[in-house]
């Protein structure tokens, strides 16, 4: 291992499908830079994930905590931790370029001192077992694919005992409802029957594992975790943010009622049902 000229930790090149996906894609998540976009999903959805992770870490002694980002794109919740006032965030991503920009934004914000980045694949964490208090790992686990299980259990071995893992994962109905909509009734079919989901409009090998909840709940059980607390992200934003990509709302008529909007994700959050995300709250047995 070696660290390089950008101060990234540079281990083992992940081999799991959505590394891959992402990697021949050609287009990094670059979540973080996407917040500040007012008619994006991501700037939406954000502040029900800052909100579900201060539930979850809510009376815990902060400025003591190291923490994990497993998959942690451009540092879109590390920069959340790091203003919540934790000791220090590992960063981890198998894909490069994301690492690299939450390299420069953190020296721009005053906080790079306080983050460690890694290169690496979450079935291959390169730090000391039993040394991590707060995993968040979000949107990530279902990349791993068939590494899915070795994510889970790299991760257990990482955290201290009573430790926090904050994760979320595709909701089956959720998923199956996006796919009715905007690709084939064949995608829809395939994934109940098949366990399995694209994130692309066209045909494609990069499928990922899509399970049932009580088989998802049961994957992480089984590797070492108790579940806690949960709670539902609404599919709502993205179905409008598909429909204004694909043009069917103009961003007139977006613009217009977006403030109502607001109070409408509002409702959706406490009440909403259609969940297009599962959040998850663990704590290492
Ligand atoms: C949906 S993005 C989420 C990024 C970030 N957690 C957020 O929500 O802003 C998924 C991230 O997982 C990363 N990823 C995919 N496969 C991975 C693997 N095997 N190990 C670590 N990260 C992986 C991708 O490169 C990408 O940055």
Not at 201 to 206: A, C, P
Request: hydrophobic residues 35%; contains cysteine.
């Amino acid at each position: 291992m070696k660290i390089d000229n950008n101060g990234i930790l540079i281990s083992e090149k992940s081999t799991t499908i959505g590394a891959e996906f992402h990697e021949t894609r050609g287009k990094s998540a670059l979540l973080r830079s996407l917040v500040d976009d007012p008619l994006h999903q991501i700037n939406w959805e954000t502040p029900y994930y800052n909100k579900f992770i201060g539930e979850c870490l809510d009376g815990e002694e902060l400025s003591e905590k190291v923490c994990l980002d497993l998959g942690c794109g451009d540092g879109r919740f590390t920069e959340y931790l790091i203003n919540k006032g934790v000791k220090k965030v590992i960063c981890l991503d198998a894909d490069y370029e994301p690492l690299h920009k939450l390299s420069i934004h953190s020296g721009k914000e005053g906080y790079r001192d306080k983050i460690e980045l890694i290169h690496s694949g979450a079935e291959n964490i390169p730090i000391e077992n039993g040394s991590v208090d707060v995993v968040l790992a979000l949107g990530v686990y279902y990349y791993l694919g068939v590494k899915q299980v070795n994510g889970l259990r790299e991760t257990c071995s990482k955290m201290k005992k009573g430790g926090i893992l904050i994760s979320s994962e595709p909701n089956l109905e959720g998923i199956a409802l996006r796919s009715l909509l905007f690709n084939t009734l064949g995608d829809m079919v395939e994934n109940f029957t098949n366990s399995n989901f694209k994130e692309e409009q066209n045909d494609t090998k990069y499928r990922f594992p899509l399970h049932e909840e009580k088989k998802l709940l049961s994957l992480y059980e089984l590797n070492g975790f108790n579940l806690t607390y949960k709670k539902g992200l609404s599919i709502f934003h993205q179905i409008i943010r598909i429909q204004y990509v694909r043009g069917l709302i103009s961003k007139e008529e977006l613009e217009t009622n977006l403030d109502k909007l607001k109070g409408i994700f509002d409702y959706l959050d406490e009440k909403g049902k259609m969940n297009k995300t599962i959040m998850y709250k663990h704590i290492k047995k």
